[in-house]
């Protein structure tokens, strides 16, 4: 299984919701990464996690909260989002940091109303 | 710190023609070096990658890149384009410090035409 499954697919949300965008992998890996991808733009990295921790934090707003449950399991909590933030968000993982390459999800498709 | 640049926002090219995809990165520390697609409305997928083992890398879908030290490049090419090819095209960077990941370049649209 080389799968990264993300749900849902496509999301649209208001400006005073809350919402959680979920990736899972059965791979064993141990890094997991969440990137927010605007059209005809490359991924941005916003969090990195590493054996269940965060060690990466681009800065990103507040209004965005990742959580990290399991070693499988990675999810990103969505509150009082602004339309800009709408985007692609891809989740992805790999064997670990470093060189070892990332295997991505088909992505969320959000739109802030 | 480490960058990727491409060369070329959108490159165009006819069925059967050779594909080359330019990517020059710039790294202090020896770089790992990734070529990925992505489809419309889809995540994207590992083309091929370098880690410092063979300079000339070949990976799926008949891409191949060589990894030129003295050049800082990564280009991908294909020797004969097929319409299936049409998509985006991303080079990546990254290395085996702790607290890296993969630093993305801007992109290459390639286009096929028949």
């Known amino acids: 299984d080389t799968e990264v499954t993300q749900t849902p697919k496509h999301l649209v949300m208001g400006m005073t919701n809350k919402k959680s965008l979920k990736c899972e992998q059965h791979?064993?890996?141990?890094?997991m990464y969440w990137y927010k991808q605007k059209a005809k733009k490359p991924p941005e990295l916003m969090f990195v996690y590493s054996y269940e921790k965060l060690s990466i934090n681009e800065s990103v707003p507040s209004r965005f909260s990742p959580e990290c449950p399991n070693s499988s399991l990675l999810n990103l909590h969505l509150h009082a989002l602004q339309p800009e933030d709408s985007a692609l968000y891809l989740c992805a993982s790999s064997l670990e940091r470093g060189p070892t390459e990332a295997f991505f999800g088909q992505g969320t498709r959000l739109t802030v109303v | 710190a480490q960058s990727v640049t491409q060369l070329g926002s959108h490159v165009s090219v006819s069925e059967g023609a050779l594909v080359l995809l330019r990517c020059n990165y710039s790294s202090s520390v020896p770089p790992y070096l990734f070529w990925y697609v992505q489809y419309p409305n889809q995540g994207l997928q590992l083309l091929l990658k370098y880690t410092s083992a063979a300079t000339l890398v070949k990976g799926i879908n008949g891409f191949e890149a060589e990894f030129k030290k003295s050049e800082t490049s990564f280009h991908l090419t294909k020797p004969s384009a097929h319409m299936s090819d049409a998509a985006e095209y991303f080079c990546?960077?990254?290395?085996?410090?702790?607290?890296?990941?993969?630093?993305f370049g801007k992109g290459t649209t390639l286009s096929v035409s028949s």
């Open positions: 990546a960077v990254s290395s085996n410090q702790a607290g890296t990941a993969l630093i």
């Open positions: 791979m064993g890996h141990r890094a």
